[in-house]
């Protein structure tokens, strides 16, 4: 098992990325929208996985930055969307409740590292 398996910030961002994956599937998106949010939702895991690899602690901290700032961008995305009726407030809704939490728990990590 590798070390970014075992985090519950790991575990959350897959099931992010997943349950975004399933709403893009429903085709009530433009091929632009769906690529932005689609990148931006496997951005949040990748970057974990690949900041975990990391060995110095600066180069952990850039990726967790990076993974939250993708987390920022798929609401932006999603607000959006909700304005334009392509996304249901109850689903928004939902879907920033859970970027919500990975935002604190990647914060918690960049903050853990230092500057």
Same mark, same amino acid.
């Given at each position: 098992? #590798?070390? #970014?398996?075992?985090?519950?910030?790991? @575990?959350?961002a @897959?099931?992010f990325?997943?349950?975004?994956a399933?709403f893009?599937?429903?085709?009530?998106?433009?091929?632009?929208?769906?690529?932005?949010?689609? !990148?931006?939702s496997?951005?949040?895991?990748?970057?974990i996985?690949e900041?975990?690899?990391?060995f110095?602690?600066?180069?952990? !901290?850039?990726?967790?930055?990076?993974? !939250?700032?993708?987390? #920022?961008e798929?609401?932006?995305?999603?607000d959006i969307?909700k304005d334009?009726?392509?996304?249901?407030?109850?689903?928004f809704?939902q879907?920033?409740?859970e970027?919500?939490?990975?935002?604190r728990?990647l914060?918690?990590?960049? @903050?853990?590292?230092?500057?």
């Amino acid at each position: 098992m #590798f070390d #970014f398996e075992k985090l519950e910030v790991y @575990k959350k961002a @897959k099931n992010f990325h997943n349950e975004i994956a399933n709403f893009i599937s429903e085709g009530k998106l433009d091929k632009v929208s769906k690529d932005q949010l689609h !990148r931006a939702s496997f951005s949040i895991v990748l970057n974990i996985d690949e900041g975990t690899g990391r060995f110095t602690k600066p180069d952990k !901290r850039n990726f967790y930055i990076i993974s !939250r700032s993708s987390v #920022f961008e798929c609401v932006a995305i999603l607000d959006i969307l909700k304005d334009h009726q392509k996304v249901e407030t109850e689903k928004f809704n939902q879907f920033y409740l859970e970027a919500d939490e990975l935002s604190r728990m990647l914060y918690a990590m960049v @903050k853990k590292l230092g500057s």
